[in-house]
Nanobody
Framework: QVQLVESGGGLVQAGGSLRLSCAAS????????VGWYRQAPGKERELVAT??????????YYADSVKGRFTISRDNAKNTVYLQMNSLKPEDTAVYYC??????????????WGQGTQVTVSS
């Protein structure tokens, strides 16, 4: 089992910045990839960014809508993944969720989700 807790959301004006944190606990050794997703009311959940959990330091992916503005990073010692969000726009307003993809010894895959943290960007 893996538990994920997001934090760092809040209210910010357009052009401002926030840093979200995703703290993982439990059987974290299974985690291969951590992703940030977001969902606005009445809309589909969308992938924002991902980072791999290998010892290489992590490969990253960004959705086109956030590329150049958001940065995903990790601190393995703290079992924490961050999402630095700069130049925020009102369309970034959503609940942001942390997702951990786990692969066990038998190559079965599991997904774990945090409770979400609200990000609101005013115009």
């Amino acid at each position: 089992q893996v538990q994920l807790v997001e934090s760092g959301g809040g209210l910010v004006q357009a052009g401002g910045s926030l840093r979200l944190s995703c703290a993982a606990s439990g059987d974290t050794i299974c985690i291969s990839t951590v992703g940030w997703y977001r969902q606005a009311p009445g809309k589909e959940r969308e992938l924002v960014a991902t980072i791999t959990s290998g010892i290489s330091g992590g490969s990253t992916y960004y959705a086109d809508s956030v590329k150049g503005r958001f940065t995903i990073s990790r601190d393995n010692a703290k079992n924490t993944v961050y999402l630095q969000m700069n130049s925020l726009k009102p369309e970034d307003t959503a609940v942001y969720y942390c997702n951990a993809n786990c692969i066990d010894f038998h190559l079965n895959e599991y997904d774990y989700w945090g409770q979400g943290t609200q990000v609101t960007v005013s115009s």
